[in-house]
């Protein structure tokens, strides 16, 4: 069971922080463009869409190493 929750934790912990490097690497340089341009473009939406679709990710992903990660400790 130890094995299982450690791969939990790193799959876990994988998918939150690759997400969130996805969003500020990626999209946020995408919106930002937009918004320094002064015209509406699609980035801002982009951004707006990609967030709101992580977000249950994320916390999932959050809950999970909590768990995983007292049941560790």
């Known amino acids: ?3 299982a929750a450690v791969v939990i934790h790193v799959i876990s912990a994988i998918t ?3 997400g969130m490097l996805f969003l500020v690497m990626v999209m946020l340089p995408l919106a930002r ?6 015209q509406p473009g ?3 939406e982009m951004l707006r869409d990609a967030a709101n679709r992580f977000l249950p990710v994320a916390w999932a992903s959050m809950i999970l190493l909590a768990v995983t990660g007292a049941y560790r400790a």
């Open 33 to 38: 463009r937009d918004m320094a341009s002064g």
């Open 42 to 44: 699609p980035g801002l």
């Open 16 to 18: 939150w922080l690759g």
């Open 1 to 3: 069971m130890y094995q």
